[in-house]
């Protein structure tokens, strides 16, 4: 009854061979940095497998899945939709608008990243167009920025369920410990 609202991803476009890193990260980022789940244009199916495959071992809950109608997915989606894109409002003046509606409004944030030319209509769709910064960079890295402005860094201290592995943060090398008994 009082669950926190929804927070989920939409990659919008996916060139297969060009594109294969970037979609896979937009997953992996939206997972490690605190939504929910993600939707993945259905011919990036290796993308979603890597998504399910490292949530399967470093834990969840995460959702990834396969969309073949993106745009169908942002119009019924119940909730409010965020574009992420250069030319929207700059995201220091409208996250503390975003983080209330899902706050206090208790409205599930559907957040939407392109890879090629993001078609006008999703701009429109969108309640807010939202820049992390107006200049050109990347999709992975403006979801980053916004996941952390939206959860004011409370995603880093998250912990993860049914993981048969965890990282132990060291100063220097690598350990992984195996959960599983
Ligand atoms: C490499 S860009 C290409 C965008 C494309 N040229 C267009 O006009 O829509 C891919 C995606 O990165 C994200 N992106 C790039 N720069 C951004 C910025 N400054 N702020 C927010 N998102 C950004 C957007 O989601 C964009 O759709």
Request: proline letters at 5%.
């Amino acid at each position: 009854m009082n669950e926190t609202p929804e927070v989920a991803v939409l990659r919008l476009g996916h060139r297969p061979g060009r594109d294969e890193r970037m979609t896979t990260h937009v997953g992996l980022t939206a997972r490690a940095l605190g939504a929910d789940r993600v939707w993945i244009p259905d011919n990036a199916g290796q993308s979603l497998e890597t998504v399910a495959d490292i949530t399967d071992r470093f834990g969840g809950p995460f959702e990834a899945a396969l969309t073949d109608s993106p745009q169908a997915l942002i119009r019924d989606w119940e909730g409010r939709v965020v574009h992420l894109t250069m030319y929207g409002e700059r995201i220091q003046d409208v996250e503390s608008e975003i983080r209330s509606a899902r706050e206090d409004d208790r409205e599930p944030l559907l957040v939407v990243v392109g890879s090629e030319k993001v078609p006008f209509d999703v701009y429109e769709a969108a309640d807010w167009n939202v820049g992390v910064t107006n200049q050109p960079h990347s999709e992975v890295a403006g979801l980053a920025v916004f996941l952390d402005r939206l959860f004011e860094g409370r995603e880093l201290e998250r912990e993860w369920e049914d993981a048969d592995r965890e990282v132990i943060p060291m100063e220097t090398g690598k350990r992984v410990e195996s959960l599983e008994d």
